[in-house]
Nanobody, 116 residues
């Protein structure tokens, strides 16, 4: 089993910054990808950013230029640097980890609230 824990969510004013972390631990074979999703109240969960095992990164158009995704392979940790935050970024941010042999695992989420 893989445990996934997110942290770093907080209440911040519009224009501010936050850095989210997601750490995978437990019995890990090979992590194929680590992905950030978010879910705002009353909305469907949406994809935010991905880092795959080869190092390729991608972020959603809605956050491009404001959010940066990175990964520390030694620590099995995924980061999401969020700058110029907007009220519409308010959501619970979830981390998804895909292990080569065990499939997908989700964290419990971390709340980001951006006040106007």
């Amino acid at each position: 089993q893989v445990q996934v824990v997110e942290s770093g969510g907080d209440l911040v004013q519009a224009g501010g910054s936050l850095r989210l972390s997601c750490t995978a631990s437990g019995r890990i074979f090979t992590i194929n990808s680590m992905v950030w999703y978010r879910q705002a109240p009353g909305k469907q969960r949406e994809w935010v950013a991905t880092v795959v095992s080869g190092g390729a990164r991608n972020v959603a158009d809605s956050v491009k230029g404001r959010f940066t995704v990175s990964r520390d392979y030694a620590k099995n940790t995924l980061y999401l640097q969020m700058n110029s935050l907007k009220p519409e970024d308010t959501a619970v941010y979830y981390c998804n980890v895909h292990d080569s042999r065990q499939g997908e695992f989700w964290g419990q989420g971390t709340q980001v609230t951006v006040s106007s």
